[in-house]
Nanobody, 114 residues
Framework: QVQLRESGGGLVQAGESLRLSCAVS????????MAWFRQIPGKKRELVAG???????TIPDSVKGRFTISRDSDENTLYLQMNSLKPDDTAVYYC????????WGQGTQVTVSS
């Protein structure tokens, strides 16, 4: 059974940075296409960064240049580095397979104040 545990969120001011972590168990991050998603209450969950099995990143234009996805195979952990944060980035952030096939974790709240 795959388990996803997100951490690293918090309250920051606009322009600051955060690094989110997703500890994965049950599968190896280096063999799966993994991704980060975010959700604002009342809105659909959206992709913010993906990584193919070969390690190729996929970053949507909305966060390109500010968000970076990476993984640590030894720690079996997925990361999301978020720079130049904006109030619009406020959301709960989740990790999952790029095709969203795993049960969702609890996510980690990111709040960006102006």
């Amino acid at each position: 059974q795959v388990q996803l545990r997100e951490s690293g969120g918090g309250l920051v001011q606009a322009g600051e940075s955060l690094r989110l972590s997703c500890a994965v168990s049950g599968v190896m991050v280096r063999t799966e296409a993994m991704a980060w998603f975010r959700q604002i209450p009342g809105k659909k969950r959206e992709l913010v960064a993906g990584m193919t099995r070969s390690g190729l990143p996929t970053i949507p234009d909305s966060v390109k240049g500010r968000f970076t996805i990476s993984r640590d195979s030894d720690e079996n952990t997925l990361y999301l580095q978020m720079n130049s944060l904006k109030p619009d980035d406020t959301a709960v952030y989740y990790c999952n397979h790029l095709m969203q096939v795993y049960d969702w974790g609890q996510g980690t709240q990111v709040t960006v104040s102006s």
